[in-house]
């Protein structure tokens, strides 16, 4: 099989027609383009629909896998409730519908919540981003902010102690639960019907889905870098190029390719 190069080769969807896939898929900067925040963030008509016809020929073997809470990607593709890992593996809606969260209560953040937005007040071009269990705060809005917003974070962190943990992404930092990840996240969805026995595959934008990617590679699959900000053995070079390579799979799964 083709191994992709750095111009952008995913993998030959005529031959993993041949193949029962699971298929998980990264949100922001993978499947839709990032916009100025988050909330900006739109979908279309079409890719509701790509999704709801992958899901079928693929008897239910497609999750998301985001930062974004599992209530954020509800909200972002309703009506469609598809299996999803939300805040980076922290919470999971499994196939049969069944939510997994941690045990950790909201209110552990409390302190951290009011030390960042007193970092990030409104005319500073930060952003604060409350998922409950985890705090995100985006610079994209305020580059020239990015170390104050690391180290802002940081000290948020050290307060919290080894339960929490940082990680970044495109121009986020955030602090969340430690021990969850995208990586836990697929391995859980690998132990359940209908990804149970499949040949995952998953497609990433970020440093964030590293973890993701080995994951997949664990268990016999393909890692599909999105952009030029991470590399895998497959590449593809936007998210426009993710929706056309997931439309050309639909098409020969269902014969027409």
């Not at 937005?117 to 409350?130: C, K, N, T, W, Y």
Request: aromatic share 6%.
């Amino acid at each position: 099989m083709d191994t992709g190069t750095a111009g952008g080769t995913g993998p030959d969807p005529r031959e993993i027609c041949a193949l029962r896939i699971g298929l998980f898929l990264d949100v922001d900067g993978t499947l839709l383009e990032f916009a100025a925040r988050p909330d900006e963030v739109r979908v279309d008509a079409a890719t509701r629909t790509l999704l709801f016809r992958l899901q079928g020929l693929l008897q239910g073997a497609l999750a998301l896998v985001s930062g974004r809470s599992l209530r954020q990607l509800d909200g972002l593709f309703h009506p469609l409730e598809l299996p999803a890992a939300g805040i980076h593996g922290l919470e999971r809606r499994s196939a049969g519908g069944v939510v997994f969260r941690p045990a950790q209560s909201v209110a552990a953040l409390d302190q951290a919540r009011s030390e960042l937005r007193a970092a990030a007040p409104p005319d500073s071009g930060l952003l604060l981003e409350d998922k409950g269990h985890a705090l995100a705060l985006h610079y994209r809005g305020a580059p020239q902010s990015a170390g104050m917003a690391r180290a802002s974070m940081h000290e948020a962190a050290m307060k919290l102690g080894p339960d929490f943990q940082i990680i970044e992404g495109a121009q986020v930092v955030e602090l969340k639960p430690a021990g969850h990840s995208k990586a836990t996240a697929i391995e859980a969805f690998m132990k359940e019907r209908p990804f149970h026995g499949c040949t995952p595959v998953f497609l990433g934008d970020d440093v964030t889905d590293f973890d993701g990617f080995a994951a997949v590679r664990n268990h016999g699959g393909m890692d599909v870098a999105v952009g030029n900000r991470v590399s895998a053995r497959w590449s593809l070079e936007s998210p426009a190029a993710t929706r056309r390579w997931l439309q050309e799979l639909a098409d020969c799964l269902s014969g027409k390719g």
